[in-house]
């Protein structure tokens, strides 16, 4: 697979059973060539308050507009701030997609135990990180309860679990975890490098310093699922920047007896700014560009036989 292909999909491309992409440039069996808009992706539960222009990016590179010619524009104006504190101004966008038609269908009838997505991002040049933000990752659960999986929420969480990424001051990246409560999870989870942090009333920072996003460029952002069979804690999530894995964690409870459905549903495509409070907010106004937008459903991979 080329390099852009590889980086949307780090995966051997023989364990893609479908999937999609809204790369022109990836050529990989079975993953559809789909449009980055609302209609194509399916798009649903989009904030009111915020935007996602579809607009022709920054060019960092000679080879970058033939990969990027199209991306969703998030607009952050000074002292934008978490979309649930509506004493400052919005901003980001917040949105969920559950992707084409074919794969929703596949996600939601089938309930495939492993599941790829990923996307590119760019910060503006001169972007100030400040303390820290969020941005897109994986989604699951049981119908709507998968919905809301964030802001510290205590009810039906074995219901639902969201995966989305935070950046931190100068651009350290980390997985910010909502995870059914348990035992198994806490443990994995507090045990990833080269730091991670069980919030009290939060998710999980996990992993944070194992990568660095950089302005400027074009990071590719990918995440993959593999749900637990129920009754066992084995589950897996992996992220990978640009092609490379940089957090794996393993022995993860993410569906259980009262959840038996819990499946991935797709990406919970929101970035803002914070945290809650004014220490967070924007320090000036800035943009990010989101493209590339892909996923797929994966087959088992071949395990090792035992000797006989």
Known sequence: MS???????????????????????????????VALSDSALGIHKVSSQTSHNIVTPPCP????????????????????????????????????????GPFHKKLTQETPDEVVMSYEVMFEEGWEWRKGGKL????????ESAYGCTGGRQTDRCKCFNLRLMWRE???????????????????????PPRSIQHPDYGFSVGRGA????????????????????GKANGEIEVFIDGRSV????GLVLRDQEAPSSCVRGMHFQTF??????????????????????GAILRPSAQPRDEL
């Open 273 to 294: 700014f914070g945290g809650h409070s004014e220490d967070w907010a924007s320090p000036k106004d800035q943009k990010a560009w989101f493209t590339n937008v892909s």
């Open 3 to 33: 390099s852009v292909a590889t980086n949307l999909f780090p995966v051997p491309p023989t364990r893609i059973v479908s999937g999609f992409t809204t790369c022109s440039l990836v050529d990989v069996p079975h993953v559809a060539k």
């Open 211 to 230: 990568w660095k996003f950089v302005t400027g460029k074009w990071t590719a952002v990918a995440e993959r699922v593999k749900m637990n069979t129920v």
């Open 136 to 143: 897109p990752g994986i989604y699951g659960g049981v119908g």
């Open 61 to 100: 590179e000679p080879v970058s507009r033939e990969a990027h010619p199209r991306a969703w524009e998030a607009f952050f104006p000074e002292g934008s701030i978490n979309p649930g504190n509506k004493q400052t101004a919005p901003g980001g966008f917040g949105f969920y997609m559950q992707g084409p």
């Open 247 to 250: 957090i794996k964690a393993i």
């Open 170 to 192: 100068n651009g350290t990246g980390e997985l910010y975890a909502y995870l059914p409560q348990d035992a198994a999870n806490t443990a994995a989870m507090l045990a990833i």
